[in-house]
């Protein structure tokens, strides 16, 4: 498996690369175990082939998906890389593994999505990831449904509204889907803070949203 693995990813001509695949998908065993050691084990681009391809493949369920996901997940948060190239190349598959598991709903990832969620929170910051990509992480909370994931979220919500008492600027997407996220959640342990941000200074479209938001918990 491993030696079919690589040889997709070494640049031969598009037909001697479907052949790897084709062999490789043919092989006998674990396909799920045979993919996460390739992400344990293999270089970078390897890793990242073979999440793509577990999440391709239909010889996986959606289940397995996500646990290679997950996997990945962690990987990408957990290894070191000491030159930009790789660094790069893990974020990406961070947030590839991410909205994986967002698009399945995966609840026992909520951890390492919030892991996710406070890594990608510190690159905003420093303006290393665009607004979009931060997004898309508190989305990735929220899809897991958990109370983990509202108690996140209220904290971030709540380090927002610190921020707006004092003057400072936040963007305006970043609160409007936490709110939406904390709506959708509809956990109570977020009542005392979506109601104080009515009452700060924001525009009337997130003054909205909290409302919303409030509404839509579940007691």
Request: net charge neutral; glycine share 6%; charged share 25%.
């Amino acid at each position: 498996f491993p030696i079919l693995f690589a040889s997709m990813n070494l640049g031969y001509s598009d037909k001697i690369t479907a052949l790897a695949k084709n062999a490789l998908l043919s092989l006998k065993g674990d396909l799920q175990a045979m993919v996460t050691g390739v992400i344990r084990d293999r270089p970078l681009a390897e890793k990242r082939l073979a999440l793509r391809m577990a999440l391709e493949t239909d010889k996986l369920g959606s289940d397995q998906k996500a646990q290679v996901a997950q996997f990945a997940l962690d990987v990408s948060l957990h290894t070191s890389a000491s030159d930009v190239a790789a660094k790069r190349g893990y974020q990406e598959m961070r947030f590839e593994a991410a909205r994986a598991l967002a698009d399945r709903k995966w609840a026992p990832a909520a951890p390492l999505l919030i892991e996710h969620l406070d890594t990608t929170i510190g690159e905003f910051d420093k303006g290393l990831v665009d607004t979009n990509h931060l997004l898309d992480a508190i989305g990735e909370v929220g899809a897991t449904g958990t109370h983990d994931a509202a108690v996140r979220l209220t904290q971030y919500l709540v380090l927002i509204n610190s921020y707006t008492e004092k003057g400072k600027a936040y963007d305006e997407k970043v609160v409007t889907t936490i709110l939406a996220n904390l709506g959708n959640l509809g956990d109570k342990v977020a009542f005392d803070d979506l109601m104080y941000t009515q009452y700060l200074n924001y525009p009337a479209t997130v003054k909205k949203a909290a409302r919303a938001a409030l509404d839509n918990l579940k007691w």
